[in-house]
């Protein structure tokens, strides 16, 4: 996977992206597996979107009544106190975070959804492919509904990690989803998609 795209290109594919979107579809959901990378996306976010509601906000004006209940622009760290207790961290049990990605796949305002992937030690065995056959069914059933639903991923880790970082990138873009180097590039792809 190449990932030097000249800036003609970005544009290119950005204003193909947000051309298919429809009126309704105005949202950009984070579902993130730590708080630093949902914190990164939100920095970023926020200087094409305005405010971002969180568990973790960076504003407290921001924070979310209900973590379990996105509103408006919203990015959750699923490594949250109120997320973890009595279950494993979502880097190793990816079951919340999946739930949470079928409701934001569902939900017809919803344009982007943000996931980042993390491997190494300790983290589960192979998340691309737990989360690829959801990105392909829920952009079908999107796609039958007169609805296009971006999923901008990126994976962090190495080729060393014993879930090869290039191993689970291609297993997410054969699923339809835009994978980015970086979560801070995968951002702020969905903040130019949004306000093309």
């Given at each position: 996977?190449?990932?030097?795209?000249?800036?003609?290109?970005?544009?290119?594919?950005?204003?193909?992206?947000?051309?298919?979107?429809?009126?309704?579809?105005?949202?950009?959901?984070?579902?993130?597996?730590?708080?630093?990378?949902?914190?990164?996306?939100?920095?970023?976010?926020?200087?094409?979107?305005?405010?971002?509601?969180?568990?973790?906000?960076?504003?407290?004006?921001?924070?979310?009544?209900?973590?379990?209940?996105?509103?408006?622009?919203?990015?959750?760290?699923?490594?949250?106190?109120?997320?973890?207790?009595?279950?494993?961290?979502?880097?190793?049990?990816?079951?919340?975070?999946?739930?949470?990605?079928?409701?934001?796949?569902?939900?017809?305002?919803?344009?982007?959804?943000?996931?980042?992937?993390?491997?190494?030690?300790?983290?589960?065995?192979?998340?691309?492919?737990?989360?690829?056959p959801k990105i392909k069914e829920y952009?079908?059933?999107?796609?039958?509904?007169?609805?296009?639903?971006?999923?901008?991923?990126?994976?962090?880790?190495?080729?060393?990690?014993?879930?090869?970082?290039?191993?689970?990138?291609?297993?997410?873009?054969?699923?339809?989803?835009?994978?980015?180097?970086?979560?801070?590039?995968?951002?702020?792809?969905?903040?130019?998609?949004?306000?093309?």
């Amino acid at each position: 996977i190449s990932f030097v795209i000249p800036e003609k290109e970005i544009k290119k594919i950005v204003k193909q992206e947000a051309k298919l979107l429809n009126k309704e579809q105005k949202y950009i959901r984070g579902l993130f597996s730590g708080g630093t990378l949902c914190y990164e996306s939100m920095l970023i976010l926020k200087d094409f979107v305005g405010d971002i509601y969180s568990n973790t906000p960076l504003n407290k004006n921001m924070k979310l009544k209900d973590p379990y209940k996105s509103y408006k622009h919203t990015c959750i760290d699923l490594g949250g106190d109120e997320f973890t207790i009595g279950r494993a961290h979502p880097m190793i049990d990816t079951t919340l975070r999946e739930e949470m990605f079928e409701k934001e796949a569902l939900d017809p305002e919803v344009a982007i959804i943000l996931l980042d992937i993390v491997i190494g030690f300790g983290a589960h065995s192979n998340p691309a492919e737990v989360f690829a056959p959801k990105i392909k069914e829920y952009k079908l059933k999107a796609e039958k509904e007169g609805r296009h639903l971006i999923i901008i991923a990126s994976v962090c880790g190495v080729e060393e990690d014993p879930q090869n970082l290039k191993k689970q990138q291609r297993i997410l873009k054969e699923s339809g989803a835009i994978v980015m180097p970086s979560n801070a590039t995968a951002a702020r792809w969905a903040g130019m998609i949004m306000t093309f």
